[in-house]
């Protein structure tokens, strides 16, 4: 969400609720070893959730989310329809989400290992201990460089941090993720030049400059 101060915040309550609603049955009461993982958005989810974890560590959780979020203003535009969101389509086009979920979970899982590699002793020590990590094979396979899929990242003064700081972020084993005031801090030291932020917001960009210019009470150069 994109507010009118200027601040872009993550906002995803489709499985929310209240535990103190008198409908809410036995089984959505959760603890820290029985959560419940059924939760997320398609390709954003993290790969600990696909696996069943009841015991996941909700920040990390939400730092992968970030990471793939993030990772999309990056990623090779397309004016196809969003299927994930068939309803409100974007007739100015789309990004490509990071990771490909168009067909489930499966895929997504496959689509996360093809880039990062397959799970071992080294990338995610306790992989096996998860619920459901036993239940499919995968042939081994080596991790490629994130920014094979972030075509438009090359062209930024400091496209070398900024997939650093992805690096951080994308990591199987949740223990290993950057935590949220490192990666805070971190943030705050990048600037994009006007042509820059072109490249990124490409057809949003005039409208987004509008939402900071009323943001900031004055017009930002275009």
């Known amino acids: 969400m994109f507010g ?6 993550l906002i995803d309550f489709g499985v929310c609720w209240d535990e103190r609603e008198p409908d809410v ?3 959505w009461k959760e603890t ?6 059924s939760m997320g958005t398609g390709a954003y989810r993290a790969p600990e959730l696909l696996f069943g974890d009841k015991t996941y560590d ?3 959780v939400d730092i992968w989310a970030a990471g793939c979020t993030l990772a999309e203003f990056f990623t090779k535009f397309t004016t196809q329809t969003n299927p994930d969101n068939t309803q409100s389509p974007d007739s100015s086009g789309r990004r490509l989400s990071y990771f490909d979920a168009t067909e489930g979970d499966m895929v997504l899982i496959g689509d996360i290992f093809n880039v990062l590699g397959t799970p071992n002793s080294y990338n995610w020590p306790d992989f096996d201990s998860l619920p459901d990590a036993k239940k499919l094979h995968f042939h081994p396979k080596q991790p490629k460089e994130l920014i094979t899929r972030l075509p438009d990242l090359e062209s930024l003064t400091t496209h070398r941090e900024i997939l650093q700081l992805f690096e951080k972020m994308l990591r199987l084993d949740p223990h290993f993720r950057a ?6 801090d971190e943030m705050h030291e ?4 006007q042509e820059e932020l072109k490249v990124i917001l490409q057809p949003w960009y005039d409208q987004s400059i509008g939402i900071l210019s009323k943001a900031a009470g004055k017009d930002i150069k275009r």
């Open 179 to 184: 935590p949220a005031w490192v990666l805070h």
């Open 32 to 37: 820290d070893t029985n959560r419940c993982y």
């Open 190 to 193: 990048y600037e994009f030049e």
């Open 4 to 9: 009118w101060d200027g601040i872009v915040r």
């Open 25 to 27: 049955g036995e089984e």
């Open 58 to 60: 909700p920040q990390a």
